[in-house]
């Protein structure tokens, strides 16, 4: 009895956000404008939205999941090196890992700690890694279907508490935003 009890609690997944996101895709087929958060991989159920707040501008965007919003932003116009994530208890600033190389960035998760989240293979901007940590864990995100940006899986295995929603929330903006806008 005791053994399946531990097996069923070790059977659920380890939410994030209060959510486990395990793919984030378009909600419009071939508009990059609004994109919607799932819990499942089947991308039935939906967790939250992450939508761009102006039409003509790529540098300012809102996010909801659950009851917890906020905004992303670039902190300097015309310079996507360094982003800024608010909600209304934190603000977060990441930034590129080298100045105008947008393959490496590097994203707080606490105190003094940061988590270099880079693109896996040099030649495929479309799977993203961090690096393994007894930390924090690890968080990848790849597209669905090679050449198509607008379906993204994720491998979320981020230690719950660790790491900063403000910080988790980047994981699945930046992949996305680079490979759409080409800064």
């Known amino acids: 009895m005791y053994l399946l009890l531990l097996l069923i609690l070790f059977s659920f997944q ?7 996101i395990s793919g984030i895709e378009t909600r419009f087929r071939e508009d ?27 540098d300012i965007w809102d996010f909801e999941i659950g009851d917890i919003s906020g905004s992303i932003r670039m902190k300097w116009k015309e ?10 208890r934190n603000n977060v600033l990441v930034q590129t890992t080298w100045k105008d190389d947008f393959s490496s960035w590097v994203l707080p998760y606490g ?5 270099r989240y880079r693109i896996r293979y040099s030649n495929d901007p479309e799977e993203w890694i961090t690096e393994d ?10 597209t669905d ?28 903006f930046l992949p996305i935003w680079i490979n759409i806008y080409r800064p």
């Open 79 to 88: 310079n996507p090196n360094i982003w800024e994530v608010r909600t209304d």
């Open 32 to 58: 990059p404008s609004e994109w919607v958060l799932y819990r499942d991989s089947l991308k039935e159920e939906e967790i939250g939205t992450i939508r761009l707040r102006w039409e003509n501008r790529i």
């Open 14 to 20: 380890i939410p994030v956000f209060g959510q486990n």
């Open 145 to 172: 279907v090679e050449g198509d940006l607008n379906s993204w899986s994720t491998n979320n295995a981020l230690i719950k508490g660790k790491v900063p929603i403000e910080t988790r929330i980047m994981l699945c």
């Open 111 to 115: 105190g003094d700690y940061n988590i």
């Open 133 to 142: 940590s007894e930390d924090y864990g690890f968080f990848s995100q790849w």
